[in-house]
């Protein structure tokens, strides 16, 4: 590999690590960048999965990214898990999006320092984490493995992890962390007997406990109840907006969806699209997208709507649906109110068949 | 520093106690008592001797070894597998002080857990004294020391650790090393036997270390091992 010049922008200089103020638990600490609560939407930019990426224009990555990782690759043996991924991540909430098995956790363990890459390079505020103590410290990380301590209980793991990451007021500092994942301090028994969401708790709450600049969670949601998960992508957002760059890995579209406007798509160890969120949702709709209809007289719609120009294809399933396909979903949406109105028909249910992960990574990877 | 170090202590001492461990322990244990009983009544012509032959061949070439083996191997290795490794790894805790917790978890089970049922054996074996006392106790702990940190070493290297160290044990250690006085020189076992040796003042097979020697040797080993340990977690990668 040739080694290439470090981005510029993602503050190399050494930054002092912030004090942990005990009062002020998650206090906006960024020594790098200026606090900037969310990253903007920016257009999302699909990246051709075939193609090399191509370097990187001068401007990246942004001054305030506080993770870069720049054209980094790792292989196990003859399987090339991530290939030439760049991303830069800004404070705020982003998703780290792809299918089981298309490299997240490995670019997320790379990126926190866990695996060395065999090409590229690594930076999170402003150092490498693998190499560099204090930039690893400046990382939370919640892995996705299930495991912790089984036999030690929930307020003696955070607490561990106070005492390794060298805090003052440790007992407090644990205390707070556990309460912010709304788990009590005080529950008497090991790990290894709670539940899955409970356990994720104590994962987060372990990653929290030094107010880290940097949040990288590997599925945290998993296990979580609706109730939970609700609770922890507010969390997650109010983290984002005090300044810290809080970075999730999702195989869940929906979840990706709620948790940040930025997400970055894995497929196949590539980097398929990074952007904001609507813009992948906007593309989507750009593509001939299939919808399941379900009214009370499907033949007379399919027919109306192939009229009206829309639809590129229908299938009458029975009687009482109909499946087509639309080269402009917006359009489409508009026309099939007023098609069931003019035929006076009752119009159940439209259910789009495309907005799966699958279908998404589909058409960013594949090219439609 | 102090305060890390404690509780990596702590942490490691607690999960090496495992049930089947403690079964294994108490096993050896009554195995070395159960031989001292059997010598005592058999009326040796030197009790002294027997008891620290027993001493040498069971406790320094069996119970120490494989008690240390069992614990070492597990300290990191159990945690790396289970893969909460990653806990404690990640944090800015140097990693000696990672490493030389993992090592002296075990090493402080294995010490008492090894002189108890050989004290006892000697007493059986009716040989006991004060100068073999003192033979086997500081012979027991720097055994512990040195496989300690070479087996907690090899359990972050291997997955098979126990394994890889039975067959060691079994094929170096027993075998080998005991052919001849240029293999010993590459025992470990040598040293701790040597200190029995000159410390209760025993004749053991290929036992002839100087005093220094079979101190100084084990702890630059056991030193070294540590210090590989923390370099190979500053350099492994981590699930």
Same mark, same amino acid.
């Given at each position: 590999?040739?080694?290439?010049?470090?981005?510029?922008?993602?503050?190399?200089?050494?930054?002092?690590?912030?004090?942990?103020?005990?009062? !002020? &638990? /998650? #206090? +906006? *600490?960024? %020594? =790098?960048? $200026? @606090? !900037? &609560? /969310? #990253? +903007? *939407?920016? %257009? =999302?930019? $699909? @990246?051709?999965?075939?193609?090399?990426?191509? %370097?990187?224009?001068?401007?990246?990555?942004?001054?305030?990214?506080?993770?870069?990782?720049?054209?980094?690759?790792?292989?196990?043996?003859?399987?090339?898990?991530?290939?030439?991924?760049?991303?830069?991540?800004?404070?705020?909430?982003?998703?780290?999006?792809?299918?089981?098995?298309?490299?997240?956790?490995?670019?997320?363990?790379?990126?926190?320092?866990?695996?060395?890459?065999?090409?590229?390079?690594?930076?999170?505020?402003?150092?490498?984490?693998?190499?560099?103590?204090?930039?690893?410290?400046?990382?939370?990380?919640?892995?996705?493995?299930?495991?912790?301590?089984?036999?030690?209980?929930?307020?003696?793991?955070?607490?561990?992890?106070?005492?390794?990451?060298?805090?003052?007021?440790?007992?407090?500092?644990?205390?707070?962390?556990?309460?912010?994942?709304?788990?009590?301090?005080?529950?008497?028994?090991?790990?290894?007997?709670?539940?899955?969401?409970?356990?994720?708790?104590?994962?987060?709450?372990?990653?929290?406990?030094?107010?880290?600049?940097?949040?990288?969670?590997?599925?945290?949601?998993?296990?979580?109840?609706?109730?939970?998960?609700?609770?922890?992508?507010?969390?997650?957002?109010?983290?984002?907006?005090?300044?810290?760059?809080?970075?999730?890995?999702?195989?869940?579209?929906?979840?990706?969806?709620?948790?940040?406007?930025?997400?970055?798509?894995?497929?196949?160890?590539?980097?398929?699209?990074?952007?904001?969120?609507?813009?992948?949702?906007?593309?989507?709709?750009?593509?001939?997208?299939?919808?399941?209809?379900?009214?009370?007289?499907?033949?007379?719609?399919?027919?109306?709507?192939?009229?009206?120009?829309?639809?590129?294809?229908?299938?009458?399933?029975?009687?009482?649906?109909?499946?087509?396909?639309?080269?402009?979903?917006?359009?489409?949406?508009?026309?099939?109110?007023?098609?069931?109105?003019?035929?006076?028909?009752?119009?159940?249910?439209?259910?789009?068949?495309?907005?799966?992960?699958?279908?998404?990574?589909?058409?960013?990877?594949?090219?439609? | 520093?102090?305060?890390?170090?404690?509780?990596?202590?702590?942490?490691?001492?607690?999960?090496?106690?495992?049930?089947?461990?403690?079964?294994?322990?108490?096993?050896?244990?009554?195995?070395?008592?159960?031989?001292?009983?059997?010598?005592?009544?058999?009326?040796?012509?030197?009790?002294?001797?027997?008891?620290?032959?027993?001493?040498?061949?069971?406790?320094?070439?069996?119970?120490?070894?494989?008690?240390?083996?069992?614990?070492?191997?597990?300290?990191?290795?159990?945690?790396?597998?289970?893969?909460?490794?990653?806990?404690?790894?990640?944090?800015?805790?140097?990693?000696?002080?990672?490493?030389?917790?993992?090592?002296?978890?075990?090493?402080?089970?294995?010490?008492?857990?090894?002189?108890?049922?050989?004290?006892?054996?000697?007493?059986?074996?009716?040989?006991?004294?004060?100068?073999?006392?003192?033979?086997?106790?500081?012979?027991?702990?720097?055994?512990?020391?040195?496989?300690?940190?070479?087996?907690?070493?090899?359990?972050?290297?291997?997955?098979?650790?126990?394994?890889?160290?039975?067959?060691?044990?079994?094929?170096?250690?027993?075998?080998?090393?005991?052919?001849?006085?240029?293999?010993?020189?590459?025992?470990?076992?040598?040293?701790?036997?040597?200190?029995?040796?000159?410390?209760?003042?025993?004749?053991?097979?290929?036992?002839?270390?100087?005093?220094?020697?079979?101190?100084?040797?084990?702890?630059?080993?056991?030193?070294?091992?540590?210090?590989?340990?923390?370099?190979?977690?500053?350099?492994?990668?981590?699930?």
């Amino acid at each position: 590999m040739t080694e290439q010049p470090p981005p510029p922008g993602p503050a190399r200089p050494e930054a002092p690590l912030p004090p942990t103020r005990p009062t !002020q &638990p /998650v #206090a +906006p *600490a960024h %020594p =790098v960048a $200026p @606090v !900037q &609560p /969310v #990253a +903007p *939407a920016r %257009p =999302v930019q $699909p @990246v051709s999965a075939t193609n090399n990426l191509p %370097p990187p224009p001068a401007a990246w990555p942004p001054p305030d990214a506080t993770v870069v990782a720049y054209d980094v690759s790792l292989s196990f043996g003859s399987l090339v898990a991530v290939s030439n991924v760049s991303v830069a991540v800004r404070p705020g909430v982003s998703a780290l999006l792809g299918p089981n098995g298309a490299g997240k956790s490995t670019l997320l363990r790379m990126m926190s320092g866990q695996l060395s890459p065999s090409s590229g390079r690594v930076w999170v505020a402003g150092g490498d984490p693998r190499q560099d103590a204090e930039a690893r410290n400046r990382i939370g990380l919640v892995p996705q493995q299930d495991g912790v301590f089984e036999q030690e209980k929930a307020l003696s793991i955070v607490r561990l992890a106070a005492i390794l990451s060298q805090l003052d007021n440790v007992e407090e500092r644990a205390r707070w962390a556990l309460n912010l994942v709304e788990l009590d301090p005080d529950i008497e028994r090991p790990v290894g007997a709670f539940s899955k969401g409970m356990r994720q708790r104590v994962k987060i709450a372990q990653a929290l406990v030094h107010d880290p600049m940097v949040l990288m969670m590997d599925e945290p949601l998993n296990g979580l109840d609706p109730r939970q998960r609700k609770q922890m992508i507010s969390l997650f957002h109010d983290l984002g907006s005090q300044g810290k760059t809080v970075l999730v890995s999702s195989h869940v579209l929906e979840e990706v969806e709620r948790l940040g406007s930025h997400v970055i798509v894995i497929a196949r160890g590539r980097l398929a699209a990074q952007g904001d969120f609507r813009g992948i949702r906007g593309l989507m709709d750009n593509q001939p997208l299939r919808f399941r209809v379900s009214c009370d007289n499907a033949r007379a719609v399919a027919a109306s709507l192939i009229g009206a120009g829309s639809v590129v294809g229908c299938t009458v399933e029975s009687a009482t649906e109909l499946q087509l396909t639309t080269a402009d979903a917006s359009r489409f949406r508009r026309e099939i109110a007023s098609v069931c109105k003019s035929h006076d028909v009752r119009l159940v249910e439209v259910a789009p068949l495309d907005e799966d992960l699958e279908s998404v990574f589909r058409y960013l990877v594949g090219g439609g | 520093m102090g305060a890390a170090f404690v509780v990596l202590y702590r942490l490691f001492l607690r999960h090496q106690l495992t049930t089947g461990r403690l079964v294994l322990i108490g096993s050896l244990n009554a195995v070395a008592l159960l031989i001292g009983f059997a010598v005592g009544t058999s009326d040796p012509f030197d009790p002294t001797q027997a008891a620290a032959d027993i001493v040498w061949f069971y406790g320094l070439g069996l119970m120490a070894p494989i008690i240390s083996l069992v614990l070492g191997s597990s300290s990191l290795g159990d945690l790396q597998s289970d893969e909460t490794l990653v806990y404690l790894w990640h944090r800015r805790t140097p990693r000696w002080i990672l490493a030389a917790a993992a090592w002296l978890a075990p090493t402080t089970i294995a010490i008492p857990a090894t002189t108890f049922g050989l004290v006892g054996c000697a007493i059986l074996a009716g040989g006991f004294s004060g100068s073999l006392f003192f033979g086997t106790l500081f012979a027991v702990a720097i055994a512990a020391i040195v496989y300690s940190a070479v087996f907690t070493l090899l359990g972050l290297l291997f997955k098979r650790a126990l394994i890889i160290g039975l067959i060691y044990l079994f094929i170096w250690e027993q075998f080998v090393a005991r052919a001849g006085g240029g293999a010993a020189r590459v025992s470990i076992g040598t040293y701790p036997s040597s200190i029995l040796a000159k410390l209760a003042d025993v004749e053991l097979f290929l036992a002839d270390r100087s005093t220094v020697t079979a101190f100084v040797v084990p702890l630059v080993i056991a030193g070294l091992s540590i210090l590989l340990t923390a370099r190979r977690l500053d350099h492994m990668d981590v699930a």
